[in-house]
């Protein structure tokens, strides 16, 4: 049990920091960080927008780093808040036409180390992966919410 724990952990830590750096690397020239990737990829798949909420849904954040997140996205001028509701965090969040071009730009970039980080696997494998990886993160949010419903 000892080595399955250590073996895992170990996997996943070095996977999670080695994708925060390569985003990292990966949108500097645009001079983004990190955390501003998921949400451009996000809006680029959904070109209709969504809402805060929906986007904290879909990026795994709280309302209030989302919230930091897209006013820095609003003050570089590729996002904007289409406001049609007087419920600010129902109004969709859209790309403007330069927020476009980087989310494309993004989503190339995005496919590329997928291609390159998923070399070697089969689409079978890739399957079997993915229904494990699945399983276990479903058991282990199952866990977290025995702890009050906190799952951080």
Not at 15 to 36: A, F, M, P, T, W
Not at 93 to 102: E, H, N, R
Not at 137 to 150: H, P, Q, R, V
């Amino acid at each position: 049990m000892e080595e399955r724990y250590q073996t895992f952990t170990g996997l996943i830590l070095n996977i999670s920091r080695c994708i925060q750096k390569i985003k990292n690397c990966e949108v500097e020239e645009l001079g983004l960080k990190g955390k501003q990737v998921q949400c451009l990829f996000f809006l680029h798949k959904l070109e209709d927008g969504v809402s805060l909420t929906e986007l904290c849904d879909l990026c795994d954040e709280d309302k209030g780093a989302m919230s930091r997140t897209v006013k820095e996205l609003i003050e570089k001028g590729l996002v904007y808040v289409d406001e049609k509701s007087t419920q600010k965090y129902r109004n969709p969040i859209k790309l403007t036409a330069q927020g476009q071009k980087d989310a494309a730009i993004i989503y190339h970039k995005i496919n590329n180390m997928i291609s390159m980080g998923g070399n070697g696997i089969s689409d079978t494998d890739r399957e079997i992966f993915y229904k494990a990886l699945t399983k276990i993160s479903d058991n282990l949010t199952a866990i977290c919410e025995n702890y009050g419903g906190k799952n951080d």
